[in-house]
């Protein structure tokens, strides 16, 4: 047991094919104990596979899973400390919400007292307690999905897997179950691994989260380091917007299509991408002092708590709370400053 | 871990070969029935198709192709088309049968599912009841209905059609009588699943077009209904070439069916090997509609 | 509601009194007094009466309903064990096609076929034992062997909708093999299972080719001998046995629509 991440869940070098399709290249990653950890990344690339693997429901071709400190690579589902919360929440439609959350007790032959008394604790949390009779299909989709949770952390797992828990619950009820999901994890202090395609929902719960992509991790570190700082053009476009910028690289800087920006890093490419997000964009009437950017606005779209200016030449996205109202045709300066500009790793 | 027996089978983790021997226990009773009571009296037929009946009914393990000679009509009093026209016989009944269960199951289907949803369920148990009832007991109804006593054959008398105080069977009319009221249902049940899903809308922007109404049916709700409706054709088609009772009790002699012609050799002439033959010969029917079917299904998927 | 054209309304209506005008044709007279002839003289129901005191009636009676219950029994648990068998176990593609043509051959072929079939297999197999003289052992195997597909088939088609998903979860909740079995897939397959051996019962009831061919004089079954009595003619009391036989199929055709209809699964309370 390894002093730093006792109690957590290391995958070390995961690689898995369907048939010809190559699902998971050579993952490597590590969700320490008692944190909310988050893989983000479109469809069908691979998050669902990894968390199946990790639950047992999936072999890896090669590769180790270490939970607390022991190797479950080769432990069936039914030998692991890991329960999941599955996409369909997957519920038993035969058994009562009571039978269902007591299901992995019951399996396991607790006795009796101790399997009411723990149900109805989880019951109680998760503010279900008169639903103990109920049938899963008298319940509506975020009742659902509290049950499903319910019946995996009853069984206290060392890590619980959710997939996609939010997908079948429409958009006003998710926005308020992932403050809720979130509050459960830190009220329990137990690991959490979530599988999602949704951003905002990674960066709303998440201590840590990794984008994965065609099969790879991409990028992993806390939610605001991976927003600011996208390695790659896929983590900057799929996290929220981004400015791409093509540039060449020149001694101190980047030679663009706004002429020469003054970077603080230096790239490790000669042609590539700076990306910039629209509302680390500042727009003024003075140029700056540097890498200033003399534009014209074409189109501005009212977004509640703040506008998005398209601004030309580019197209650029600037996004800014300004009173200030700007209407297409105006002359703006805009400042690209030198430590909001980040070098993407990709080649031009 | 590269193992290639190890696998995860519904969340089970184990081998490919424990799993295929735990199958094999699950398979083996039914499919072991299934061989013994099913494929090899099915094969046992082929093989008596090809033997020779003896003298006295019994068979004698000669082969010969005789059998299927004799149902092509070959005999040794020279050429007979009569097995050729039963077997005709049947699969023109089962065509006309089948068509106008379609004809008449189409208006029904409209009916029922433009009810209100209680009174829909209603007349959809009204379906299904026949459907259920014993096939003896209905082809025994029209022999009632059909009796002379009874309105439709005076009616029939006094027209000429048949003698004064005759039934109106055994004939070819009695038999497609009963043939459509035993297999209409068939048809019904599946196309109604459709219909009651159909989509409107399509019907009525072909009757906006001014579209008539062939084509308001041929091209808006022939094609919504036509995979239910090829159910429908095929659950009527072949269990009504191979028909046996209705064929027995409204057509009798006059108008025989292949299902007849089988029961005969097994039973009155006993005459095994060409019984065999002609279950033969049904079998191969039945076979190409099978294959004109899945082919015509392959088609409509791939549009 | 979209209305339909009179024509359209009236076909329909005409078709339902081309179905049902025979059936209650023989209802009508099943209560009528008249003994020959078809003319009305007045109601009673002597002719249901006297069905019970007609001992081959009676035995026709005991026999197919003893042919259905025994066949049902076997024929739901070999087609549901086999169903299991053929869609939970990774066969090879070729094994499981190969599984899927036996399983169709004897809802698609004509029963007349399979009925010959049998003939011609008891009849050899008689001279190995008297076991399969004609009679209600080889009835109840002839139905069993068309019941067993359909069974398996509706079993079949309840399992793939309940789908991997509940099995993993299962699995991920701790279940072994045996607990899986009886905890989740039994109860959830139940459904299935009973709309199968329904299935099953009816088509018993139903079925006259098979028992036809593989009757011997001892075990008719009513359709067996309501198809031998025709030949003599119709008579009042037919037509009662009809009537009662035509309420009784009345009772299971709604019962098992009810028992399908309603929510999918056999529920258990805590």
Request: with cysteine; net charge positive.
């Amino acid at each position: 047991m390894t002093s730093e991440n006792k109690g957590g869940l290391i995958i070390e070098g995961i690689n898995k094919r369907f048939g010809d399709v190559e699902v998971l290249k050579d993952v490597t990653l590590e969700v320490r104990s008692g944190e909310f950890f988050t893989l983000l990344g479109p469809s069908g690339c691979g998050k669902t596979t990894l968390l199946r693997i990790i639950a047992g429901l999936e072999l890896p071709d090669t590769g180790r899973i270490n939970l607390c400190g022991q190797d479950i690579t080769s432990l069936p589902a039914t030998k692991r400390q890991v329960n999941t919360v599955f996409q369909s929440y997957a519920l038993f439609p035969h058994l009562s919400i009571f039978e269902n959350v007591a299901f992995g007790l019951r399996s396991r032959k607790f006795a009796d007292e101790v399997v009411t008394e723990r149900v109805e604790k989880r019951l109680e949390m998760l503010g279900l307690l008169d639903m103990g009779d109920r049938y899963p299909d008298q319940l509506s989709g975020g009742q659902k999905q509290r049950v499903a949770l319910a019946r995996a952390l009853v069984n206290e797992p060392e890590i619980l897997l959710l997939d996609e828990p939010m997908s079948a619950l429409d958009a006003k009820l998710r926005a308020k179950v992932q403050e809720d999901l979130r509050r459960i994890q830190r009220r329990l202090g137990r690991t959490f691994l979530m599988v999602t395609h949704d951003q905002s929902e990674a960066l709303v719960c998440s201590d840590r989260l990794a984008v994965m992509h065609e099969g790879r991790v991409i990028q992993y570190g806390h939610p605001e380091e991976v927003y600011d700082f996208p390695k790659t053009r896929f983590v900057a476009e799929f996290l929220g917007a981004a400015n791409l910028i093509e540039a060449k690289k020149v001694p101190g800087g980047a030679d663009t299509r706004y002429g020469i920006l003054r970077l603080d890093e230096e790239p490790s490419w000669t042609r590539g991408l700076l990306a910039i997000r629209p509302e680390w964009i500042r727009i003024g009437e003075k140029q700056p002092g540097e890498n200033g950017v003399r534009a014209r606005v074409s189109e501005v779209i009212y977004r509640g708590t703040s506008f998005d200016l398209w601004l030309e030449p580019g197209p650029l996205r600037v996004r800014t709370s300004s009173y200030r109202h700007f209407r297409p045709g105006d002359e703006v300066w805009l400042e690209l400053a030198a430590d909001e500009l980040t070098v993407l790793e990709d080649d031009a | 871990m590269k193992n290639r027996l190890i696998m995860i089978w519904y969340g089970e983790l184990t081998t490919r070969k424990s799993l295929l021997r735990r199958g094999l226990v699950f398979l083996s009773p039914g499919m072991l029935w299934l061989m013994v009571f099913l494929v090899l009296p099915g094969l046992v037929l082929v093989a008596v198709s090809f033997a020779t009946r003896g003298a006295y009914g019994q068979l004698e393990w000669e082969y010969t192709i005789e059998n299927y000679r004799r149902l092509m009509g070959f005999s040794l009093f020279g050429w007979t088309s009569d097995y050729l026209l039963i077997l005709w016989r049947s699969v023109l009944v089962a065509f006309i049968t089948t068509l106008v269960s379609v004809i008449l199951s189409y208006p029904l289907c409209f009916f029922i599912a433009t009810r209100k949803e209680r009174s829909r369920y209603l007349w959809l148990t009204l379906v299904i009841i026949p459907f259920w009832t014993n096939m003896v007991i209905r082809a025994y109804a029209w022999f009632l209905i059909l009796a002379p006593e009874m309105p439709f054959a005076r009616l029939a008398a006094s027209l000429g059609f048949i003698a004064e105080g005759s039934p109106l069977y055994p004939n070819a009319f009695a038999v497609y009588i009963g043939m459509v009221s035993m297999f209409l249902p068939f048809v019904t049940l599946p196309l109604y699943a459709s219909v009651e899903k159909l989509d409107w809308s399509l019907v009525e922007a072909a009757q906006d077009l001014y579209a008539s109404r062939i084509r308001v049916f041929s091209q808006a709700i022939l094609p919504q209904t036509l995979p239910e409706l090829s159910v429908g054709v095929i659950l009527t088609f072949v269990p009504a070439m191979g028909m046996f009772v209705v064929p027995d009790l409204l057509g009798g002699a006059k108008y025989m069916l292949v299902g007849n012609l089988i029961q005969q050799q097994f039973g009155a002439s006993r005459d095994w090997p060409f019984g065999a033959a002609i279950s033969m010969g049904l079998m191969v029917l039945t076979m190409i509609t099978l294959q004109i079917y899945r082919r015509r299904s392959k088609e409509t998927d791939h549009r | 509601m979209k209305r339909t054209h009179p024509i359209i309304t009236s076909l329909a209506l005409l078709t339902m009194g081309f179905l049902y005008l025979p059936l209650l044709g023989v209802a009508v007279f099943s209560v009528n007094s008249a003994r020959r002839g078809l003319v009305w003289k007045e109601f009673t129901f002597d002719w249901y009466i006297r069905l019970f005191s007609n001992e081959r009636i009676l035995e026709a009676a005991w026999n197919t309903l003893l042919l259905a219950v025994i066949s049902t029994i076997l024929a739901t648990i070999l087609g549901t064990v086999l169903a299991i068998g053929m869609d939970r176990f990774p066969w090879s593609k070729r094994t499981r096609n190969f599984l899927d043509i036996v399983l169709h051959i004897p809802v698609v072929i004509p029963d007349i076929i399979l009925a010959a079939a049998l003939v011609v297999a008891f009849g050899l197999l008689r001279v190995v034992s008297s076991l399969f003289d004609p009679g209600l052992l080889n009835m109840i195997i002839g139905h069993i062997t068309f019941q067993i597909a359909f069974v398996a088939l509706v079993v079949r088609s309840r399992l793939v909708a309940i789908g991997r998903d509940v099995e993993e979860a299962a699995r991920d909740l701790f279940a072994g093999n045996w607990y899986l079995l009886r905890r989740v897939i039994l109860p959830l397959l139940m459904p299935g299972i009973v709309a199968g051996a329904m299935l099953a019962f009816t088509l018993s009831l139903d079925d006259f080719v098979i028992s036809f061919f593989t009757a011997g004089p001892e075990s008719q079954t009513l359709p067996l001998y309501i198809f031998a009595a025709v030949r003599r003619g119709v008579t009042p009391q037919i037509h009662a046995l009809s009537t009662l036989i035509m309420i009784i199929t009345v009772i299971i055709a709604i019962s098992t629509e009810r028992l399908t209809r309603k929510d999918l699964f056999g529920r258990e309370k805590k």
